[in-house]
């Protein structure tokens, strides 16, 4: 078997099962002309090889990192151009990923570390994009004209090592000083993080500031509901004095966020700030003391919280811009930020008013994601929560959800609601783990899609493997809207575990902060019972049938999908010794 140095490029089609599922013959004639009207060709112009064809990607081989990129940007221009020809009912797309490695091969084939991280990279990128790992950039960075944005360590499935990944913005030469004006986003207001500012005497301590301000422009990126302004254009601002309505103007930013990180022996104190530039009226501010024993661990964890509190802001903020238009101006994204605005009151009336802006949002771009996964969101609560026919809700939510991912397969919100809608309706709790963890994959810094992947978890016999989800959701948002329901099902999972005590400590706070959740008082009964607490479990269950006087079998059936048929038994066994679900 033969070793040498080489530049791997892995290429996947995006979405290629659903492209196959909705005209098969269309999309094989159009890989066919990917293959030999764009791949092939560049290939020989820049000394590649095709090591092999997978159906829905392809695995290249150059000697140069240099071609490796130049090729990678030339399929992607072609591929662009490509789809946007009514050559068939099929848009092409590729995500592609670059490394610089050492690799085996045999018979033609290759094999090693070299090309694993040039597939997970692929796994990374954005449909039309392109990223490299750290060994790859070494080599090109100074013999390309391109723009790399640096979006910072990430680990990687099955690689042992974390490996620092960079993004290639196509279609972008060497950056200037000036960014581009604010229509580069379109109908979208970005958000911009500044660099932050150092206020420790200490200019060693620039690398932590420095990596703060990167590990939030890297999280909010994952939100994807908002344009976030590259690393390369906002630290163009490090050290210059800071006019947040000019640089708001400089780089179409309608928001800043900006901070400073003081550190005094074994503390440090960091301030945040997101601004609305036009206005320079502050939005959000926070402050954070920690000790820094462990420098990253601190930075993870101020990242984190600051993404929570900094997202909900951005939306309050643009569904009041929305508001200040005239009904003839909305576009379809404003009529999705109503319907969020709309959501988070957690009504009946308002989910079902919600729906009627997401109508229209959709008449106006059906490829709109956001909007269906709002819409597969809204139909969700209506079906869990019961206030129409659950049944029907929890199938409209998972269609919306499958038309969501159809339109951008990295729409997170979209992928944790399919994976519920397998839970909820077809019971296929691999699928539903799939859907979940791809969920906080995209996104690791939304709450609700921890929970979607606790709720699989608690269900399918792994309540140990949920608890630290549901322990994250409320690090990471103390004020998160289903906070009562989290801890009820901290309460299920310690249940499941026999941990009684903790079971029905979880369950009572989960009460107190919500007394009416029923699914709280469900899993105190039952723990309460479990416990041998007679008296008090009988007086819960009494205080429950008044609140759920409808609590019978079939709700149990709908609403506890255990996989393990003997944690369903006990669940049953201990609401049924205070005379609950009698048949």
């Known amino acids: 078997m033969e070793r040498k140095l080489a530049a791997i ?3 996947d089609i995006v979405g290629y099962s659903q492209l196959m599922g909705h005209d098969e013959a269309s999309t094989l004639a159009a890989v066919g002309d990917l293959r030999s009207a764009i791949i092939e060709p560049a290939l020989a112009a820049r000394g590649g090889r095709m090591v092999k064809s997978m159906g829905d990607g392809f695995l290249l081989e150059f000697p140069s990192a240099v071609e490796a990129v130049e090729c990678a940007v030339e399929v992607q221009n072609r591929v662009a151009e490509m789809s946007g020809e009514a050559k068939a009912a099929q848009s092409i797309e590729l995500r592609i990923g670059i490394n610089v490695g050492d690799i085996m091969v045999e018979d033609g084939d290759v094999f090693g570390d070299g090309v694993n991280v ?7 990128a954005d449909p039309g994009g392109v990223l490299l790992s750290q060994a790859a950039y070494d080599q090109v960075r100074d013999r390309v004209q391109y723009t790399f944005d640096d979006l910072g360590m990430r680990s990687l499935k099955n690689i042992a090592r974390p490996i620092k990944v960079f993004r290639l913005v196509i279609g972008r030469h060497k950056r200037r000083r000036s960014p581009g004006p604010a229509s580069d986003f379109g109908d979208l207001r970005a958000v911009a ?24 422009i890297t999280a909010l990126a994952y939100w994807r509901w908002f344009p976030v302004v590259a690393r ?15 640089i708001g103007r400089e780089l179409g930013a309608a928001y800043l966020v900006e901070g400073s990180a003081r550190r005094s022996g ?27 024993a462990d420098v990253f661990a601190v930075q993870e964890e101020i990242t984190e919280r600051i993404v929570a509190s900094i997202e909900p802001e951005i939306h309050r903020a643009e569904a009041r811009h929305a508001l200040r238009k005239h009904p003839s101006d909305l576009s379809a994204w404003d009529h999705a930020l109503k319907a969020l605005s709309l959501q988070e009151r957690m009504t009946p009336a308002c989910h079902a008013e919600a729906r009627s802006h997401l109508k229209i949002a959709l008449e106006n771009d059906p490829t709109l994601a956001r909007a269906w996964s709002l819409l597969s969101l809204c139909h969700y609560h209506e079906g869990i929560f019961g206030w129409v026919h659950r049944a029907d809700a929890l199938n409209a939510s998972l269609e919306a959800a499958e038309q969501a991912v159809m339109c951008d397969d990295r729409e997170w919100l979209a992928q944790g609601l399919w994976g519920m809608g397998q839970l909820w309706i077809k019971r296929d709790f691999e699928a539903a783990l799939d859907g979940v963890e791809r969920a906080v994959a995209l996104n690791p810094s939304a709450p609700l899609g921890r929970h979607f992947l606790a709720c699989v978890l608690e269900f399918s016999g792994h309540p140990s493997e949920a608890l630290p989800h549901l322990e994250a959701i409320l ?26 005590d903790e079971a ?6 989960a009460l107190r902060i919500q007394p009416g959740n029923v699914r709280a008082r469900q899993r105190l009964v039952a723990a309460l019972s479990l416990r041998g607490f ?10 429950l049938s008044r609140q759920q006087p409808t609590l019978d079998m079939a709700y149990i059936g709908d609403t506890y999908p255990f996989m393990l048929s003997h944690e369903r038994e006990r669940f049953i066994g201990a609401l049924r010794s205070v005379a609950l679900l009698n048949e």
Do not use: W
């Not at 206020?199 to 990167?214: M, Q, R």
């Not at 390369?232 to 000019?246: C, I, L, W």
């Not at 074994?266 to 820094?292: C, M, N, P, W």
């Not at 008296?535 to 205080?543: F, G, K, L």
């Open 9 to 11: 490029v892995v290429a």
């Open 118 to 124: 040039a597939a997970r990279l692929e796994g990374l």
């Open 193 to 216: 993080v500044l660099p932050f500012d150092n206020l420790s005497k200490d200019p060693a301590e620039d690398y932590f500031v420095d990596g703060l301000a990167e590990d939030i």
């Open 232 to 246: 390369n254009s906002t630290f163009a601002y490090k050290g210059m004095p800071k006019n947040v309505t000019e």
């Open 266 to 292: 074994d503390q440090v104190r960091i301030t945040v700030q997101l601004i609305e530039a036009a206005s320079g009226h502050h939005l959000f501010a926070e402050r954070y003391d920690r000790k820094i």
């Open 475 to 500: 690090r990471l948002d103390p004020h998160y809207r289903f906070r009562s329901l989290a801890i009820a099902d901290q309460s299920l999972c310690h249940l499941l575990l026999d941990n009684l």
């Open 504 to 509: 029905i400590a979880a369950a009572e706070k």
């Open 534 to 543: 007679g008296d008090r479990a009988q007086a819960a269950a009494t205080e």
